[in-house]
């Protein structure tokens, strides 16, 4: 299978300002306007506080790797060309467990260690080159 068949992400509700950043190679967030913590993932309330007041904050797009694994077999017919891919779970700098999964690239599986520090990263889609995507590299 080629990129072109590779899935379009379709924002669900109330995840749309997140893709909109994307969009324009941003990394942004719920943060609660009472307790100001981040959540992740859009929730109407505050997981912590259970307000329902936030804005879309920005984030530096740095962590550190907290857990991943290798794919060693695509789940989708689009990945066949993929794998192996790097899975991993970031935990964001801005918070202390406020972590996002994401695709780690340009890294070799072996050179991954916890607690690396990684960036974000932007790529677009080959078919759909207005609707970029986060992933994440080691710094």
């Given at each position: ?37 981040f959540r992740w993932h859009p929730a109407p ?95």
């Amino acid at each position: 299978m080629s990129e072109l068949s590779f899935p379009y992400p379709i924002p669900e509700y109330g995840t749309e300002p997140y893709w909109a950043a994307c969009n324009e190679e941003r990394l942004v967030m719920q943060r609660c306007k009472s307790c100001g913590k981040f959540r992740w993932h859009p929730a109407p309330l505050c997981t912590f506080c259970a307000d329902d007041a936030y804005d879309w904050a920005p984030l530096s797009g740095r962590g550190r790797v907290y857990s991943w694994t290798v794919i060693t077999h695509a789940v989708h017919p689009a990945a066949v060309a993929r794998v192996p891919y790097v899975v991993v779970e970031v935990e964001l700098a801005e918070q202390p467990n406020l972590r996002m999964i994401s695709n780690l690239v340009d890294c070799e599986p072996a050179a991954i260690a916890f607690d690396a520090d990684v960036t974000r990263g932007v790529h677009t889609h080959a078919r759909w080159p207005e609707a970029a995507g986060l992933s994440t590299r080691l710094r």
